[in-house]
């Protein structure tokens, strides 16, 4: 599995996941997603953090062929995660069940637009369309077309979401506050 680092402008739109291994996570829809763009010709890398520890994930990326264009890696220190994220494109959750975790309000802190599945409390923090986007949980192909669609936004349209993301969450929390709910969140999913 490549392990390299996420570099905004090397190898296409870069999208990353940050999350504990669990079905809940909807990971198998996200790389079912990738399979998509990759028969399309679309240029990207998913990197997806906290997967290394699921034989299962492994297999997945081998047998859709996604070697080259997906990285997991484990969870490194705080500040290399704030490096990842703040260097990626895309925040991608492709849960089926969540809870919104201090991963979300720091992307959009960071000027990193959100897709989401839709899952219950996943509203509160993204609007579809204004401050991040939202497609039907279990569907990889509405997850793929998203994809390509963010990507080709007008960089005016991303700013203006993201400028709105970001009013929205410097208003509900401080970024003291986001850094030290993603470290202890970060802290949490290392432990289990």
């Known amino acids: ?11 296409g739109f870069q999208i990353i996941s940050i999350g504990q291994q669990h ?8 790389l079912d997603a990738c399979r998509t763009l990759k028969d399309q010709d679309f240029d990207f890398h998913y990197t997806l953090i906290g ?19 997906v990285t997991l890696l484990e969870y490194p220190p705080n500040t290399q ?13 492709s849960s089926v069940a969540d809870e919104i975790t201090p991963v979300v309000p720091n992307a959009m802190l960071k000027n990193i637009l959100v897709l989401s599945t839709d899952w219950v409390g996943v509203q509160d923090v993204i609007l579809d369309g204004e401050t991040g986007f939202i497609v ?37 929390y401080s970024d003291t506050q986001i850094a030290a709910d993603l470290f202890d969140f970060c802290q949490g999913l290392k432990n289990d």
């Open 136 to 172: 039907p949980k279990r569907n990889s192909e509405r997850l793929a077309e998203k994809v390509k669609e963010i990507a080709n936004l007008p960089e005016a349209e991303k700013d203006k979401i993201r400028n709105k993301a970001l009013q929205i969450v410097s208003n509900a």
């Open 81 to 93: 995660v704030q490096t990842l994220l703040q260097n990626a494109d895309l925040l991608l959750l």
């Open 23 to 30: 079905w809940k996570k909807g990971y198998t829809y996200a």
């Open 1 to 11: 599995m490549k392990k390299s680092l996420i570099k905004k402008g090397n190898n």
């Open 51 to 69: 997967g290394t520890k699921d034989i299962e994930l492994d297999y997945h990326i081998h047998d859709l062929q996604l070697t080259d264009l």
